[in-house]
């Protein structure tokens, strides 16, 4: 068999040589090989089925221009099935070699032997596979040859066309599995030919060698594979494009490649061995190539399905990769990729994309938004919120991080954020705060909002433990050994939170951020501190409650704040070249200094009124409002010296010089007050005001002009309430009607006369059915600051307030609105005092038909109402009505399920004993006995806190009018009057 196989490869070196005694041939080569290697078959004795004698008639050779005559001999086709024999007899001894004798098939062809095979296949190549391709499939026969200038196709018959390419598809197959060396230097050097063959067999309708061309692509190297499709589907200049039904062959087989498993791998792999590392600072190529990967193959029923499995696999690229400039270039593919997606298809991008990212931590904030636990809990954040992190990560520089998803989650990476930087997950969060936060135009605002009135105290700790993801994908390998983390939300002191958070956020801020937000958050420090001090809480409404944003600021919060930033920024240079650092710092300076003459001047004012008596904490805000004055007068003269070298901000400076003015004027009114502190900051001020030019004349003296807290009751003012009333946004109407309120509150005749001309009563009792709560809340309190104010409207609205009750509708806005309105009469009776028993008995019946209705917050309401006209009255005209008021709430002490009522009940009845005082037994003497052993079993077997408490307290209540009874017996004495 080793003779045979010597044979073969004897003639196969013959079937390529040349001779220039023959040049004769030079315009039908073929002609000349298949004679030569003709002649060594016969001179070797070889039999081949296609090497027997041919009587061939003359014709013209094969690739001459000239016209050929009528019988005409293709060379080509008999040179390719003399080689095909040849192969094929080659495949056999191959074949026995390796099976019979059980030889090494590594060591059975010499490379001499395996390049003489490989110079052989060439040729049948050109014989045998080319002439049969379609103009544009593969590399044409111009480009390959140096003495090939033309090439007529074998296109006239179809079926030898068929037939031609099976029997050389076949011989390929058979050559490519006799042995493991010769197919790899084959599938190495002649891919594409074997591809482009199969390819037009396939468009030709033959599947007969299906099986056979799946294996062969099965074991060809994917990156091999990947650039070979790539070059086949690639126009080139001055050949044939390749014809649809190739691209869409090319494209199938890509698309198989890239959805399997490291598919994506493979195909960036061929691209960066086609195009080197430089491919991937291409642009226009990059794009180009996210655009290929974002658009969906015919052959995929699911787009859903396909981009998350491209999606998958970028991930696990990026997570595997350790190099980190490799990993920079594939985050930018990855970037392209997404923004591609977004553009072609959002919904598969939020599902796939912004949903892996964002869904854990919109579930993170909805648990941490409804947290109420007093003790606080433990969550352990799975694999999920790491993956999230790690991709982010990858899109940190890109704009895909911005959006409103993001926005409402920022606060918990902030919150991340503010902990210890030597766990990693921190780090990797610090690092994205900067695209995450970008969008924020107000960020000192929000950072400073972050810190002042953030509700979550959370810890951070790296959790060793397993914290694999709850949903686990099929075939997913998840790491045992992944260090994860945990939240600890626990129950923490304002004071250690702000600081610990404020510490934090300035890190970030100087590590990650720019330094004039540093400068926004003390501007916003400047005005919450001061904002805070000079809140009149006066102006909120009496007899209504509105859900507010924020909890109320302690103001040395704030001052403390606005110290800390100003150390950090005193530690940067700010040159007069950063016109956005200047702005800020002379803004800040006015603010500061404005608030500060602001509260000499209600000092004056409280002098004047003879109101000496300090508030809580004064003398402590006093000495922080000094020292910070004192401050800022040297901030301003920097800060002024340094923008006067800037023209455009010349009217700012103006400003804050007049600032400076003023705060001297009201300083120098208290002058020797506050142990002479002020005195220094005063000289201080008058020397920089003298520095730059402005000098009062000597001897003048301002008096400052106070203000006082009454609302505006200009003709423009009026009239604009009347205008919002007649528009129709609830917002308009609502603030319409709450500066009502505080005009009548503030006793203001010639504007109350000028809205009770303008049927101002009838328009706000119209809005009491309003579909808005804003609204209808705002209506209530103007109607009750309206009868404080007119009492003669109290017969009227109780009517309305009557005839509300007589509706048969259940919609919860309407037992709502009955339920505040009832709650703000019964506020209203409190305001009116010793006089309420007058209306007593029409208020009575209305209230106590009410409690027996069956909703929740009308017998609540109802009860709450009815302990303040009691409260109100002194107990005055309550024996008439006592009996019916007991027998109703009797029954919901102890019977009613709802905690509300119980403790309006309970409510109700101890504001009953404290108003009968000492004449409870007169009043209440029959009922008492069985009212204690009521509120004892309440007090020791309710189950609410707040019911037990209120029938505590009705119970201590009781026996402190019992003991006023007696002691008041006990000190009665007769007195003797003598005339």
């Not at 041939?25 to 001179?43: A, G, M, V």
């Not at 004798?101 to 014989?127: G, P």
């Not at 589907?233 to 649809?244: A, E, L, V, W």
């Not at 949903?471 to 939170?497: R, S, Y």
Request: proline share 2%.
């Amino acid at each position: 068999m080793n003779q045979q196989l010597e044979t073969c490869l004897q003639l196969l070196r013959s079937s390529t040589t040349f001779s220039d005694q023959k040049a004769v041939w030079r315009d039908d080569p073929f002609k000349f090989l298949f004679d030569t290697l003709n002649e060594q078959i016969r001179r070797k004795g070889v039999e081949f089925a296609d090497a027997k004698d041919r009587s061939l008639e003359e014709s013209v050779p094969s690739t001459s221009y000239e016209q050929p005559k009528e019988k005409d001999v293709d060379y080509r086709n008999l040179y390719s099935r003399l080689l095909a024999s040849i192969f094929e007899k080659l495949r056999d001894c191959l074949v026995f070699i390796r099976d019979e004798e059980n030889s090494d098939e590594y060591t059975i062809l010499s490379l001499q032997n395996l390049s003489v095979v490989s110079s052989s296949f060439q040729f049948f190549v050109l014989s045998g596979v080319l002439p049969y391709l379609d103009d544009g499939v593969g590399m044409s026969v111009s480009a390959r040859s140096a003495f090939i200038k033309t090439w007529k196709t074998a296109d006239g018959d179809i079926q030898a066309k068929r037939d031609g390419l099976l029997d050389s598809c076949s011989i390929i197959f058979g050559l490519l599995e006799s042995n493991e060396l010769l197919r790899t230097e084959l599938v190495k050097r002649y891919v594409n030919d074997i591809l482009c063959a199969n390819f037009e067999l396939l468009h030709l309708g033959v599947k007969k060698l299906s099986s056979e061309f799946k294996d062969f692509l099965s074991k060809v190297p994917r990156p091999l594979l990947v650039s070979s499709l790539t070059g086949l589907s690639k126009i080139r200049k001055g050949q044939h494009p390749p014809p649809q039904w190739l691209q869409h062959f090319v494209g199938t087989e890509m698309s198989a490649i890239l959805v399997a498993t490291n598919g994506l791998f493979h195909l960036l792999s061929a691209y960066s061995e086609m195009g080197g590392d430089s491919w991937w600072e291409n642009v226009p190529l990059r794009r180009n190539v996210a655009l290929q990967l974002a658009t969906v193959p015919k052959t995929f029923n699911s787009s859903l399905s396909y981009h998350s499995n491209i999606f998958r696999q970028f991930i696990q690229l990026y997570n595997n990769e350790k190099d980190e400039a490799s990993r920079k270039r594939l985050s930018l593919l990855m970037c392209s990729f997404i923004e591609e997606l977004r553009r072609k298809n959002s919904k598969n991008a939020d599902l796939i994309v912004f949903d892996y990212i964002l869904r854990p931590w919109e579930v993170l904030n909805e648990k941490l938004a409804h947290w109420k636990t007093k003790n606080g809990f433990t969550l352990d954040l799975d694999s999920s919120f790491l993956d999230s992190l790690k991709v982010m990560e990858a899109l940190k520089d890109s704009a895909l991080l911005i959006g409103p998803r993001f926005l409402q989650v920022s606060h918990i990476f902030v919150e991340l954020a503010c902990h210890d930087v030597s766990i990693e997950q921190v780090k990797t969060v610090r690092s994205l705060l900067k695209s995450l936060l970008s969008p924020i135009e107000n960020l000192g605002e929000f950072l400073y909002s972050f810190v002042t009135r953030s509700k979550l105290s959370v810890r951070v700790s790296e959790n060793s433990n397993k914290t694999n993801s709850l949903v686990q994908e099929i075939g997913e390998e998840i790491d045992e050994k992944e260090t994860g983390l945990q939240f600890v939300i626990e129950k923490e002191e304002p004071e250690a939170a702000m600081m610990r958070r404020l510490e934090h956020v300035c890190a970030i801020i100087k590590e990650h951020l720019e330094k004039k937000v540093l400068l926004e958050m003390l501007l916003m420090g400047v005005k919450s501190w001061m904002s805070v001090e000079r809140k009149d809480f006066d102006d909120s409404p009496r007899f209504v409650h509105f859900e507010e944003s924020g909890d109320n600021e302690n103001p040395l919060f704030s001052h403390f704040i606005v110290g800390y930033c100003f150390e950090q920024v005193s530690s940067h240079e700010i040159g007069a070249e950063n016109r956005d650092e200047l702005l800020l710092l002379m803004k800040i300076v006015e603010a500061v200094l404005e608030a500060t003459g602001q509260k000499l001047r209600d000092f004056s004012v409280k002098k004047s009124t003879f109101d000496v008596i300090s508030a809580v904490g004064e003398e402590q805000n006093v000495e922080v409002m000094i020292e910070t004055s004192k401050a800022c007068v040297g901030i301003a003269g920097a800060v002024l010296l340094a923008a006067t070298f800037d023209q455009e901000l010349a009217p700012l400076v103006d400003q804050v010089i007049v600032a400076v003015e003023k705060f001297v004027v009201e300083a120098e009114n208290h002058r020797n007050s506050f142990e002479n502190k002020l005195n220094a900051v005063i000289d201080d001020a008058k020397m920089l005001i003298s520095l730059l030019g402005r000098t009062q004349a000597s001897g003048e003296k301002t008096v400052a002009k106070y203000t006082t807290s009454q609302p505006s009751t200009s003709k423009d003012a009026v009239e604009e309430v009347l205008e919002d009333l007649s528009s129709g946004e609830p917002a308009m109407l609502g603030g319409a009607l709450l500066r009502a309120s505080r005009v009548f509150r503030s006793n203001c005749k010639p504007a109350i006369l000028r809205l009770n001309r303008a049927d101002f009563y009838e328009s706000v009792k119209n809005l009491l059915t309003h579909e808005d709560s804003y609204v209808f809340l705002a209506a209530i309190n103007c109607l009750c600051e309206m009868i404080c104010n007119d009492r003669s409207l109290l017969k009227d609205v109780l009517d309305v307030y009557g005839a509300m009750g007589q509706s048969d509708s259940k919609d919860e806005t309407d037992l709502i609105r009955r339920g505040r309105m009832g709650e703000a009469l019964g506020k209203v009776f409190r305001e009116i005092g010793d006089f309420s028993h007058v209306w007593l008995e029409q208020i009575a019946g209305i209230f106590v038909r009410n409690v027996r209705e069956n909703e929740e917050i009308i017998r609540a309401s109802s009860c709450n109402a009815l302990a303040d006209v009691v409260a109100a009255s002194r107990g005055r005209g309550l024996e008439k009505f006592i009996d019916e008021m007991m027998l109703c709430v009797d029954q919901l002490l102890l019977i009613d399920k709802s905690d509300l009522v119980r403790r309006s009940s309970v409510h109700f009845v101890r504001q009953c004993i404290a108003s009968c005082s000492v004449d409870v037994i007169q009043i209440m003497g029959p009922r008492l006995r069985d009212l204690r052993r009521k509120l004892t079993s309440l007090w020791k077997f309710d189950r609410d806190d707040v019911v037990r408490l209120h029938a505590q307290l009705c119970i201590e209540e009781l026996g402190h009018c019992l003991e006023l009874i007696f002691e008041e017996e006990q000190s009665h004495y007769c007195r003797r009057i003598r005339i």
